[in-house]
C-alpha cells in the first residue's frame, strides 16, 4: 500500500493570504502546503480522502490513470470544494463512488446540487455514485476492508478510516475509547496536529503527540498543519523517532 500526502496544511494553507508571519514566507517547499487530503494506493486501485480546494492542483501534482473512491470525513469546505473537479475522471470512467456520512451526503447535495440533480442535468456535470457510512459498519473497497472511526472535531461528527495497518484521522479533538480500540494495531497512524497552542476543535501539538503514546503505532505522521506550528524542519527534529511531520508530496509505503 501506498500513502501519497496530496495536503498537508489547514483551512487556509500555507502561505496563509496576505499573511507576513516567517513560516508564510518561508522558502522551504516543506513549509508550503496545500489543504489536507491523502491518496491510497493499492494494486490498482486508488482512493481518495477528502477532495478540498486545491484538489486539481494535487492531481497534476500526483497524477493517478484513475480514481476509484472518493471518501469524505466532513462537510467544511476544506475538505469538500474540489468535488467539481472530479470531472476528468468522470468523463473518462462514468460515476465516481464517494462515501460518507449521510450528513455530509446531504451538505454536498445542497452545495452541487448540479451533481446530485436528476432533472434537466448539465451534460458537463460530474456525476457521482453514493455510499452512506455509517459507524461500526465497515465497508469494502478494491477488495480491502475499510473502517470507519468515529471522532468529533469539537462538536461535529467526523470519520476517520483505517484501511489494514494504515488509519487516517484529520480534525481531531476528542475520541471515544472504543474508537480508539479500532485503531490500536496500526503500523501507521495520520492524525492532526494544527499548532503549538491549545485549539477548541483540533488536536494541539502536545495533544497529537499524547494520542500516538497511547494509540502506540509504529510510526505516525502529523498532518492538518497551520503555520502557527513553527517551521517544517525546526518542529521535525524535536519530534520522537518514529513521528514526523507529514508534508505535500510525501509519499510512504507499508
Known amino acids: 500500500m501506498k500513502i ?24 522551504n517547499p ?9 491518496l491510497v494506493s493499492w494494486g490498482e486501485y486508488n482512493v481518495v480522502i ?8 494535487q492531481m497534476l501534482a500526483n497524477p493517478i490513470p484513475k480514481l476509484d473512491a472518493l471518501l469524505f470525513t466532513h462537510e467544511h469546505s476544506d475538505h469538500v470544494a474540489g468535488l467539481d473537479d472530479i470531472r ?10 464517494i462515501y460518507a456520512h449521510k450528513r455530509v451526503v446531504e451538505s454536498l447535495k445542497q452545495r452541487f446540487n448540479y451533481v446530485f440533480t436528476k432533472e434537466n442535468r448539465y451534460p458537463g456535470a460530474p456525476s457521482v455514485n453514493i455510499n452512506s457510512v455509517e459507524n461500526n459498519t465497515p465497508f469494502v473497497v478494491g477488495g480491502i476492508r475499510v473502517i470507519p472511526v468515529e471522532v ?15 488509519t487516517y484521522l484529520t480534525d481531531v479533538k476528542t475520541v471515544a475509547e472504543e474508537e480508539i480500540e479500532k485503531i490500536r494495531g496500526s503500523k501507521v497512524l495520520v492524525v492532526n496536529a494544527l499548532r503549538k497552542e491549545e485549539h477548541h ?5 502536545d495533544e497529537a503527540l499524547a494520542f500516538v503514546d497511547k494509540v502506540k503505532p509504529e510510526k505516525a505522521y502529523f498532518t492538518h498543519i497551520s503555520h502557527l506550528l513553527g517551521f517544517h524542519e525546526e518542529v521535525e527534529k524535536k519530534l520522537p523517532k518514529n513521528v514526523h511531520l507529514a508534508y505535500d508530496n510525501l509519499v510512504i509505503s507499508i
Open 50 to 57: 477528502d477532495c478540498g480546494p486545491d484538489f486539481r492542483q
Open 201 to 205: 476543535s483540533h488536536f494541539n501539538l
Open 88 to 97: 476528468p475522471f468522470v468523463f473518462r470512467q462514468g460515476d465516481i463512488p
Open 4 to 27: 501519497t500526502f496530496l495536503g498537508t496544511g489547514t483551512s487556509q494553507g500555507i502561505p496563509v493570504i496576505g499573511s507576513t508571519h516567517p513560516v508564510c514566507l518561508s522558502d
Open 152 to 166: 468529533y472535531h469539537s462538536n461535529l461528527q467526523v470519520f476517520g478510516y483505517r484501511f489494514g495497518d494504515f
Open 30 to 38: 516543506k513549509d508550503k502546503r496545500l489543504r489536507v487530503s491523502v
